[in-house]
RNA sequence: GGCCCCGUAGUUCAACGGAUAGAAUGGAGGUUUCCUAAACCUUAGAUACAGGUUCGAUUCCUGUCGGGGCUACCA
């Protein structure tokens, strides 16, 4: 989400922006779920089992981690340090065989892969067409880590790169304040960021682009960093222009998400969850009058989302977020279904004033020649409507959806206020009327198009 | 141990070195025969601590305390 409005942002900036979505299919965390699925999950499809893929994989690899760290502990027991044990309990050594049979290319381990990725693609694919997320091009690791192993052969003989006793290969980074980092196994297979190191050349190659922006999470800022360093060492100039977009990590009350142990907010049901809560609120409020059934249904979804979706991007990504599924999302107050809410209202009134018989183009209104002071109301509106492009680009140079998110809300307070305060169609001058439902409707346009730039729709009636 | 990030009302967040530190939420009180009350108004409430730089510091520097991350032949 935090990658899709920057991408909108850029774009209004006037950017070229090409969407990659990078794909870690291989790996040992992969060979994990394999093993897993063979061990545990044997006749378990997501289509019989009624789980999504994604989260069915998910499920695999948690179960593969709690046994395997009851293998540690017993083996820990038996005397072996904690470093020894992690590296030996049978469903690692189970794994790294996996590993080291899919880069031989094995065709049953292949298949299965496949056979898997498959399911979970297919589920990331329903989650990313709900989120409103989509993607120019996909990177899918398992083509682009040979490409990593060139760079390291390339290192090799440029002498960047050292060979172990063992076979490993590393780079050293000390000069540069930094420590050695693995780029091959003893056993050949790559490692994170191998793959990585080749992806970024194919980004490179394919589109030659001014930055390369990666949007990930602050845990790996040490990875990016090396990344970079790397690239540099191997001569690739444009290395400088990879920035690392980093967001803080989400933390749930009882501590941080991880995958490992499946204390996730699967972000499926977080928005079925959302759907869910923007209903009752409709309902509870009472606002389901003319609406037939597909409408409403439409209205719960983009008023969730919208929720969802403004409470990530309204804070500075960069901070740790404190997510409380229970009492977090929110819809009254800085929220955005209260910024949808002030274009609904703006929406309801310029229907109103067409009923009223005023012209509803407000372009070919009658203009007459008309002076009048203006409200304190009136002037903070318009001094916030004239702000706008300078946001826009402020929020492009600082990668910032959160500047954006914040000036949507204090128009939207802006405007409630004046509503609030102001006769627009009640008032007698019809000067002021035109004037005040041009000012409504320029502000509605505005806020539609700053709920844009974040990915977040708004209602024409809520 | 080393490196990095963070510490602002009870809580969640704002504030290119600049005016009286803004919001939201929660608390207290109020507004609807009238354009949508998912709104509006009033009210109490905060810069972790100690130094330094500066005309001026929430912001920059140093230290202390507290929280988090990274430092894996994990990703």
Redesign the pocket.
Known sequence: MIGWSISRILEANGYDVEKVNLV?D?????C?TMVAWQRWGQGTVPDVSGTKGDKLVGELYVKFETENNEQVNRLIEKGMTGDEA??NTSL?MEA?EM?RKWEAGEPSTRQLWAKMNAWVYKGFELTYERMGVSFDKMYY?SDTYKEGKKLVQEGLEKGVCYR?E???VWVGLTNE??????LL???G???????DLGTAQLRYDEYHPDRLLYVV???????FEVLKLILKKLGRAWSDNIIHINY??V?LPH??MKS?EGTVVDADELMEEMHRA?EK??TD???LEGFREQEAME?YEM?GIG?LKYFIL???????????PE??I??????G??I???Y??V???L???KQKDFDADLNKAPRKEASFKLLDKEKGILRLLHEFPGIVREAGEHY?P??MA?YA??L??EY????????????EDENRVYF?LGLSDFAGRIIKTSMSLLGISV????
């Open positions: 870690n291989r790996g040992i965390h992969i994990k992690l590296k690692i790294n590993l690791e172990k063992d076979n490993s304040g930094l420590d050695e980092k693995l196994r003893g056993d297979t790559s490692v994170y960021i191998t793959q999470g602050n845990e790996q800022n040490y990875h803080g990590m933390e501590g941080r490992r923007a609120m409709t409020l009472g606002k209205l008023v929720a309204k804070v500075d990504p960069k901070k740790n977020m404190l997510f409380n009492e977090s929110d819809f009254n107050g800085n929220t279904p209260f949808q809410y002030t609904a209202r929406q309801s009134l229907r109103k004033a910032s959160a500047l914040n809300y204090e939207a307070r409630n206020q004046f509503y609030q305060e102001v006769p627009i169609l009640r008032e005040r209602p024409d009636k809520m």
